[in-house]
């Protein structure tokens, strides 16, 4: 079987699911369905439930480490906890992140005080769980690292997302360096950079989509976890250090 990931364990960050499948929990559900064992974090303990549950539903295996990827105790401790219930980390998928609370404006109508929320929210939460694996990965001689960038980490856009659009930029700055010290070891490192994405399943017209892009729908969960399953994949292991674009080929 193509993708296939069995006997893998997979751990995904921000993968909760609550009024239905966002990203997270869309890429935590298709590792899951091609063999994987779906260790599910989020801040949230109840929307990682929700995941692990749907998972377990469909007949997969999973299990939910709640932690903040801020908090560098808390990453490794939960990743402890994963290894103890499921083994050694062999994909991790990088998806927590957001704006960190700061609102999206134009730069100079930021608050100075809140400029590094999205910094911490997504880059230092990627450091903080790439490290806690890391050594692993190389040790054993394979593993996978997908980070969930952003098309704003790529392209200049009017949404005032200069902030989270730095954070993005360096999370595939990270990745692209990263590719290169651990390549010898059998660990490769990916960016997946989505486009504007509905929360939900499918995508859909929207405003959003007609004025600002040329797609004919937004992006859904399972265009991205298609993308990450790939990049997870024996099948890609001379994929690494690259930002693979799933826009609908609106920021092209």
């Known amino acids: 079987m193509l993708f296939d990931l069995s006997g893998k364990t997979a751990l995904v960050t921000g993968a909760g699911e609550s009024a239905g499948p966002g990203i997270g929990a869309g890429i935590a559900r298709a590792r899951d369905a091609q063999g994987a064992r779906a260790v599910v974090d989020d801040i949230k303990a109840d929307t990682a439930a929700a995941t692990v549950a749907a998972i377990e539903a469909a007949g997969g295996k999973a299990v939910a480490v ?3 990827v801020v908090d560098r105790g ?3 401790a939960g990743v402890r906890e994963a290894e103890e219930r499921f083994g050694p980390i062999d994909i991790l998928v990088n998806n927590a992140g957001g704006t960190g609370g700061a609102p999206l404006a134009p730069f100079r109508e930021q608050d100075p005080e809140k ?5 911490r929210s997504n880059l230092i939460g990627t450091l903080n769980c790439t490290h806690a694996v890391l050594e692993g990965m190389c040790a054993r001689g394979w593993g996978r690292i997908v980070t969930i960038a952003s098309v704003a980490g790529t392209t200049g856009m009017e949404v005032g997302a200069s902030l989270y659009g730095a954070a993005k930029a360096g999370q595939v700055g990270f990745s692209r360096h990263l590719a290169v010290e651990v390549a010898p070891h059998g660990v490769t490192v990916n ?3 989505p486009g504007f994405t509905m929360h ?28 990450c399953v790939y990049l997870a994949s024996a099948e890609a292991e001379w994929v690494t250090g690259q930002v693979i674009q799933v826009n609908g080929g609106g920021q092209i």
């Open 66 to 68: 709640c932690f903040d």
């Open 115 to 119: 400029w590094e929320l999205p910094i």
């Open 74 to 76: 808390a990453v490794l």
């Open 191 to 193: 960016c997946v950079a």
């Open 200 to 227: 939900g399943e499918v995508g859909g017209s929207h405003p959003l989509n007609r004025s600002q892009s040329r797609i004919p729908r937004l992006g859904a969960a399972r265009d991205h976890a298609a993308a």
